[in-house]
T-cell receptor, first 113, second 113 residues
Framework: DAGVIQSPRHEVTEMGQEVTLRCKPI?????LFWYRQTMMRGLELLIY????????DSGMPEDRFSAKMPNASFSTLKIQPSEPRDSAVYFC???????????FGNGTRLTVT | SQQGEEDPQALSIQEGENATMNCSYK?????LQWYRQNSGRGLVHLIL?????REKHSGRLRVTLDTSKKSSSLLITASRAADTASYFC?????????????FGEGTQLTVNP
């Protein structure tokens, strides 16, 4: 079991550029979550999917953020255009069922200059 | 604000000592979970305690839950330098529909060799 795989591990980009973060969930996990972690706001839930369908995107900060899960083995979080305040560590986490413990990837550290 | 609030924010102890971290929350819950995060890594699930449970053990970890006080504690006995990490509580609130864990701000534990 390779665990939740996120790429890239680090991303440095300039303001205004498009950023795409990727996540490969653990096979068989029907729930996929995107979290953002900052010193100021802690760990925030952005959006989660169940069986590839977005269930709750109320945590997505604004229209610049979008997430997709085209199939059970892949999800993306896109920021377009990026801004310096988007700088954070973005985590993908998955779980096999409702309310099960989550398995986190190692995150993508995003720096927007 | 975060559903769970950890106390203390930071804790520094010597190897071999016990470490106790506390978590308070605001609403009724289905379960409460504790996670560990090593620097630069994703969160790792440690233990889950259901709302009808009062105490749970896993190796050197002991978790208690007091639903009347809306609080939980995590005790790490005979601490080791490798226990140095941030520890987070996460609550699954009853009022929210779907699956939505809310994380506290964490306690930074340092175990000095």
């Amino acid at each position: 079991d390779a665990g939740v795989i996120q790429s890239p591990r680090h991303e440095v980009t300039e303001m205004g550029q498009e950023v795409t973060l990727r996540c490969k969930p653990i096979s068989g996990h029907d729930y996929l979550f995107w979290y953002r972690q900052t010193m100021m706001r802690g760990l925030e839930l952005l959006i989660y999917f169940n069986n590839n369908v977005p269930i709750d995107d109320s945590g997505m900060p604004e229209d610049r953020f979008s997430a997709k899960m085209p199939n059970a083995s892949f999800s993306t979080l896109k920021i377009q255009p990026s801004e310096p305040r988007d700088s954070a560590v973005y985590f993908c986490a998955t779980g096999p069922s409702y309310n099960s413990p989550l398995h986190f990837g190692n995150g993508t550290r995003l720096t927007v200059t | 604000s975060q559903q769970g609030e950890e106390d203390p924010q930071a804790l520094s102890i010597q190897e071999g000592e016990n470490a106790t971290m506390n978590c308070s929350y605001k609403t009724s819950i289905n379960n409460l979970q504790w996670y560990r995060q090593n620097s630069g890594r994703g969160l790792v699930h440690l233990i889950l305690i259901r709302s009808n449970e009062r105490e749970k053990h896993s190796g050197r970890l002991r978790v208690t839950l007091d639903t009347s006080k809306k609080s939980s504690s995590l005790l790490i006995t005979a601490s080791r330098a490798a226990d140095t990490a941030s520890y987070f509580c996460a609550t699954d609130a009853k009022e929210t529909s779907g699956s939505r864990l809310t994380f506290g701000e964490g306690t930074q534990l340092t175990v000095n060799p």
